[in-house]
C-alpha cells in the first residue's frame, strides 16, 4: 500500500507539473480531494432537479465512453456500475427533453441520435424513437437506426423484434410527407436481412446485359470508428445532403471506413448502392466520368450525345455511388459537379486525402485511432494483426503496446505494418526503431501489402507545389503543437499555403485550437526532404525559439515564477532542439541572451539529466576562452553532483576553474568545488572553497550569492559552529523572501531545523521541518521533501518519538528511490537503521546499516561510511564489545567524521556505557587500523552474531 500510495503521488505530482493552474486538486498527507467543477456531480445534480437540458449538457462523455479498464478489479467494478448509471439516468434526460419540445416546428434528431449513441438498443427505445419522429430529419434517423437495428437482429438467431415495433415503423411511414428513405428497412409483414447491393428491378427488366458492378472486399473488423460511422450515417439520411467526402491523411482507415458503410447499408426498393475504387485507375488521365461509365458497364454509343448515359444510367430511381479513392483536380471537380446535377437523386461518398472544394461537399475527417490504454482500439488492433502473423500475444507488453500505437497516431496501417514485424523483432524492439527512424513502415505486411506508409508520403509528396514542399519543410522541425502565427514565421510562408496543407490532412488542428503534424509524418517527411531546405528550416527553427527564451523576462536560481516557467515549458521541447541544432551547426552567438533562461528553468523544473546533457554538449563545443565556457562547466558539474555522477562533477569542476573565471562563474564553480570536498569528508577544504565562492558571489548576481551562503551555513554546521550556521541561514530566509525564492527559502528552513536540532531544541527543529515541507510539497520537489523526511527522522529520534522517527525514515528512503537519487541511498538506509534499531528491529537494523556502508563505499562517500562503522559497532556492543570497540574507536578519531556527528556521539556514549577514555586518542586499545580493516572485522563479527540473544533484551 506504501508504494501504491507513492506511485500514484508522483503520478499526480506529474499532473500537477503538466497543469501548473490546476488549484482544485488538493493533495494533503492522508487524502487526495477535487474541489473544482465536476461534470459528474453536476450531471447528477441537473437529473434530481428535473433540469433536463442542463443534464444533457453535462453528460459525462469522458466517464461514459472514454474511461476504459484500469486493470484494479474493485475500480473496475465500480466504473461499470457508475457509466451504466449514468447512462441509465442521461437516457432519462433526454427521453424528457424530446418529449418536451415534441413539435413539428422543433427539430429533436440531435437528442434523437444522442440517445440512439448512449443507450442500447432495444425495442422500447426504437418505438419510442419511431413514435417521437416527427421532422424530415427525425423521421430519417429513426429510420436509418430501424435499419441497423433489423440487420443486427438478423444475426442473432435467439431474438427478433415485436410486431409491436413492425407497427410503430409502419404508422411512422404512413404519415404524411414522408418518403422512402435510402436505407429503407424491410417490409413489417415479413421482416427479412438485407440482401447484397444488386441493381434495381427495373433496369433488371430493361437491360439483363448489364453487368453489375463489383461489390468492395468485406473489410476487416472496423475498431474505433463508431462515431464516424453514425456521423456518415446520419448525414446521408438528412434530406438535402448529397455528397459526403469521407477525408483524412493515407493510411488513417477512410476505405475501411466506406466498404463497412456500403455492407452495412441496406438498399431501398427501385435503389442501387454501387462501389468504385479509384485506386488502380488513371482517372488523372482518363477522367473520372469515361471510367465510371466502364465501370457501370455502358458501352460507348454513336448515339449518344455528351453525357447522355448519366441521365439513362444514374437519373433513374435513388443511387449511392460511393467513390473510394478519389484524387481531386478541377476536372474532376467539375465532374463530380455534373453527376450532381444531372442526377437529382443521386448521393456520392467519396473517399480523398484532400478537400473536394465544392459547394455541396460534407466532409467528415478522420484522425489516428483512439490510442490511450491497454483497451484503446490502437492497442487491440495491433494486437489482433500481431496475432495474425503468430505472434504469441498474451505475453506481449501491453504498455510497450500503447507507446507503439501512440507512436504511430493510431493510424490503421502503420499499425499493421508495425505488428507484422512481430514475427521477428520483440514490441520492445518494434518501439526502440520506430523512435530511431519511420524505416519499419518502408515493408512490413498489411491488408494492402503493396502500400506502405513511406509510399503513402512519397506519393502526396510529388502532388505538393513547391511553396507548399517549402512550407511543410519548415513545420516538420517543430516537435509540438504551434499557433497560427508561429507556423507562419517556421514555414516562411502565406495563409493560403498552409490551408493548402490542412486540405491535404498533412497539418491539423488539435483539440486546444493549436495547429500539429503527427510525430509519425514529421518522421517520414524529414526522410525524404531536400536537405538544404531542411537545414535552413532548422536554423529558423532555432533562431525563433531561442530569440523567444531570451525575451521572457529571467528566471534565476531559486526563483520559481509560476507565469514565466509555464511560458518556457510550454516551448521547452522546441527550445532543446534548437539549442542543440546551435551548437550543431555552429550559431553559438544564438546562446549567450537565451542562457539565464535556459539553466533557470532547467534546474527549477529539477531536470538535472537534461541540465547537465546540455550543458556538456556546450562545453564540448565552446572554446575554452569563451565566456559561457566556466558558466556551462558549473552547471555541469552542480548536474552530475545532483544526479551522483561525482567524477564527471570533479572534471567539469576542473575544467571551469582552469578557465580563469569571473564573478558568478566563479562562485558556482567554487560552490561544486565545496560540495565535492563535503562528500568527501575534505571539510577543510571545502569550508576554504565556500569562503571563495562567497567573496566571489559578492558583486555579482543576488540570487547565486544565495545558493552560496547556503553551502557556507552547511560548511558550519559540518564543524559544529551552529550559531554562524543560523546567522547565515536567517539572512538567506529573509532574502529569500524579499527576492521570491521559495526554493532558497525552503533550504534555509530545512537547515534551520538541523541547526535547532544540534542544540537540543529538537521540537523547534521539527517546526522548521514541518515549514520547509510545506513549501516543497508546493514546488513537487520530490528530492528536497525526502531530505526533510531524513532530518526530521533524527529530530523524531531525539525526543524518543520511535514510530514517527521510524516513518520518516522510510518516507525518506522511498522518495530517494523512486527518485533515482542512489547516491542518498546511503545516508537515508543509515537513518533508517538507526530507526530499527531503537524500535527493537536488530536483524533489519544491521542489514539496512550494512547496505548503508556499501553504498557509501561505491560513491566514496566517507563521511557517510563512518556513520555507517560507528553505527555498527554500537550495534556488536552486546555481544562482540572488543571487536565493536575497535570499529568504534576508527569511526570516532577519523578526521573525515564531521565534528556534528562527533559531538552527536559524545552526547550519547552514556548511553552506550562507553567511556570517552575508551573512544579517545591515544587510547592503549587502539591498533593502527584503515577503512577496509575496520570494514572486514565489522564484517567478520556479523558471521558469528547470534542475533536471536538479543531479541528478548531488546523488548
Request: glycine share 6%; proline share 5%.
Amino acid at each position: 500500500m506504501p508504494r501504491a500510495k507513492s506511485y500514484l503521488r508522483g503520478l499526480l505530482h506529474r499532473l500537477r507539473a503538466q497543469l501548473p493552474d490546476l488549484a482544485s486538486l488538493e493533495i494533503e498527507a492522508d487524502r487526495i480531494r477535487w474541489t473544482g467543477y465536476c461534470d459528474v456531480r453536476a450531471f447528477h445534480q441537473a437529473i434530481d432537479s428535473t433540469q433536463w437540458q442542463s443534464a444533457i449538457e453535462h453528460h459525462c462523455d469522458n466517464l461514459v465512453h472514454n474511461t476504459g479498464p484500469c486493470g484494479i478489479p474493485a475500480l473496475d467494478d465500480w466504473y461499470f456500475d457508475e457509466r451504466l448509471r449514468v447512462q441509465q439516468r442521461l437516457g432519462t434526460a433526454l427521453r424528457a427533453e424530446i418529449l418536451r419540445l415534441r413539435s413539428p416546428l422543433v427539430d429533436s434528431s440531435r437528442l434523437m441520435q444522442q440517445l440512439v449513441r448512449d443507450e442500447w438498443l432495444d425495442d422500447t427505445t426504437m418505438r419510442f424513437l419511431l413514435s417521437q419522429a416527427e421532422t424530415a430529419s427525425e423521421r430519417h434517423l429513426a429510420t436509418a437506426t430501424y435499419a441497423r437495428y433489423m440487420q443486427a437482429l438478423s444475426l442473432e438467431s435467439t431474438q427478433q423484434a415485436s410486431p409491436d415495433l413492425h407497427a410503430a415503423y409502419a404508422r411512422m411511414l404512413s404519415l404524411p410527407g414522408v418518403s422512402q428513405p435510402l436505407s429503407s428497412p424491410w417490409t413489417t409483414e415479413s421482416p427479412q436481412p438485407p440482401a447484397p447491393p444488386l441493381a434495381s428491378s427495373a433496369e433488371k427488366s430493361t437491360s439483363q446485359a448489364t453487368p453489375t458492378p463489383r461489390d468492395p472486399p468485406q473489410p476487416l473488423r472496423l475498431l474505433g470508428r463508431e462515431r464516424e460511422m453514425q456521423v456518415v450515417e446520419s448525414l446521408l439520411a438528412t434530406p438535402g445532403i448529397r455528397l459526403v467526402n469521407i477525408h483524412g491523411f493515407g493510411g488513417v482507415g477512410k476505405s475501411r471506413l466506406a466498404r463497412q458503410l456500403y455492407h452495412a447499408i441496406a438498399p431501398a426498393p427501385h435503389a442501387e448502392i454501387i462501389w468504385m475504387s479509384l485506386q488502380d485507375k488513371d482517372v488523372a488521365a482518363e477522367g473520372l466520368l469515361p471510367v465510371l461509365r466502364q465501370h457501370l458497364g455502358q458501352p460507348a454509343s454513336e448515339t449518344d450525345t455528351g453525357d447522355d448515359w448519366i441521365q439513362h444510367r444514374l437519373a433513374d430511381g435513388s443511387k449511392l455511388l460511393f467513390l473510394d479513392g478519389l484524387d481531386v483536380t478541377p476536372a474532376t471537380q467539375h465532374a463530380l459537379h455534373k453527376l450532381l446535377a444531372v442526377s437529382r437523386d443521386l448521393r456520392l461518398v467519396a473517399t480523398s486525402r484532400t478537400v473536394l472544394g465544392l459547394a455541396e461537399e460534407h466532409r467528415v475527417t478522420l484522425r489516428g485511432l483512439e490510442h490511450g490504454g491497454a483497451d484503446s482500439p490502437a492497442t487491440r488492433l495491433f494486437m489482433e494483426q500481431a496475432a495474425r502473423f503468430g505472434a504469441d500475444t498474451a505475453s506481449m507488453d501491453q504498455a510497450t503496446v500503447g507507446r507503439i500505437t501512440a507512436h504511430l497516431e493510431g493510424i490503421p496501417l502503420a499499425i499493421e505494418l508495425a505488428a507484422s514485424w512481430t514475427m521477428l523483432l520483440t514490441v520492445q524492439d518494434i518501439q526502440a526503431q520506430l523512435e530511431k527512424n519511420a524505416s519499419l513502415l518502408d515493408s512490413g505486411l498489411s491488408a494492402n501489402s503493396e502500400r506502405t506508409m513511406v509510399s503513402i508520403v512519397r506519393g502526396i509528396w510529388a502532388t505538393l507545389t513547391q511553396p507548399e514542399r517549402a512550407a511543410m519543410t519548415g513545420l516538420v522541425v517543430q516537435s509540438g503543437s504551434l499557433d497560427f502565427g508561429t507556423a507562419l514565421i517556421l514555414a516562411d510562408t502565406q495563409p493560403k499555403v498552409l490551408l493548402s496543407l490542412a486540405n491535404y490532412a498533412l497539418l491539423q488542428r488539435d483539440e486546444g485550437g493549436t495547429l500539429r503534424i503527427p510525430l509519425l509524418l514529421r518522421q517520414l517527411i524529414i526522410a525524404i526532404a531536400d536537405p538544404e531546405a531542411l537545414r535552413a528550416a532548422r536554423s529558423r527553427h532555432a533562431r525563433y525559439y531561442l530569440e523567444r527564451l531570451a525575451s521572457i523576462p529571467g528566471v534565476k536560481l531559486g526563483q520559481m515564477p509560476r507565469d514565466r516557467l509555464s511560458a518556457i515549458r510550454a516551448m521547452f521541447d522546441d527550445v532543446v532542439i534548437a539549442w542543440r541544432w546551435a551548437l550543431e551547426s555552429g550559431a553559438i552567438e544564438l546562446l549567450p541572451a537565451a542562457t539565464e533562461n535556459m539553466l533557470g528553468f532547467l534546474f527549477a523544473e529539477s531536470r538535472f539529466e537534461l541540465a547537465r546533457d546540455l550543458a556538456a554538449s556546450t562545453v564540448e563545443r565552446l572554446p575554452v576562452q569563451h565566456p559561457l565556457y566556466p558558466v556551462y562547466c558549473s552547471f555541469q558539474a552542480l548536474g552530475a553532483f545532483r544526479l551522483g555522477r561525482m567524477e564527471e562533477a570533479a572534471t567539469a569542476t576542473q575544467k571551469g576553474l582552469q578557465s580563469d573565471p569571473r564573478g558568478g562563474a566563479l562562485a558556482l564553480l567554487s560552490l561544486a568545488a565545496s560540495r565535492l570536498d563535503r562528500f568527501y569528508g575534505r571539510h577543510d577544504s571545502a569550508l576554504a572553497h565556500a569562503e571563495a565562492a562567497l567573496a566571489a558571489a559578492q558583486d555579482g548576481d543576488g540570487f547565486i550569492r544565495l545558493r552560496v551562503r547556503e553551502d557556507y551555513a552547511i560548511c558550519h554546521l559540518t564543524f559544529g559552529n551552529v550559531e554562524n550556521a543560523t546567522r547565515e541561514l536567517l539572512l538567506n530566509l529573509a532574502a529569500a523572501r524579499d527576492l521570491a525564492a521559495p526554493f532558497v527559502e525552503g533550504r534555509a528552513l530545512s537547515l534551520l531545523g538541523s541547526a535547532a536540532d544540534a542544540q537540543n531544541a529538537h521540537q523547534e527543529a521539527l517546526n522548521y521541518y514541518d515549514r520547509a515541507l510545506a513549501v516543497f510539497h508546493k514546488l513537487e520537489d520530490g528530492y528536497q521533501i525526502a531530505y526533510c523526511h531524513r532530518i526530521a527522522s533524527y529530530a523524531h529520534a531525539n525526543l524518543g518519538n520511535t514510530d514517527q522517527q521510524l516513518r520518516e525514515a522510510q518516507l525518506a528512503l522511498q522518495g530517494f528511490r523512486n527518485g533515482g537519487h542512489v547516491h542518498e541511498l546511503s545516508e537515508s538506509l543509515y537513518a533508517l537503521a538507526m530507526a530499527q534499531h531503537r524500535a527493537g528491529e536488530l536483524q533489519a537494523a544491521f542489514a539496512n546499516c550494512k547496505e548503508a556502508l556499501g553504498t557509501a563505499l561505491k560513491f566514496h562517500r566517507v563521511p557517510s561510511a563512518l556513520r555507517c562503522i560507528w553505527a555498527l559497532g554500537m550495534m556488536l556492543l552486546p555481544t562482540h564489545r572488543d571487536t565493536a570497540m575497535v570499529a568504534m574507536r576508527f569511526a570516532f578519531n577519523h578526521p573525515a567524521l564531521r565534528q556534528i556527528d562527533k559531538a552527536y556521539i559524545l552526547r550519547h556514549l552514556g548511553q552506550m556505557n562507553v567511556t570517552l577514555d575508551e573512544v579517545a586518542p591515544g587510547s592503549a586499545h587502539m591498533p593502527p587500523l584503515d577503512l577496509s580493516g575496520a570494514i572486514q572485522i565489522l564484517l567478520t563479527a556479523d558471521v558469528r552474531t547470534d542475533w536471536s540473544t538479543l531479541l528478548p533484551q531488546a523488548s
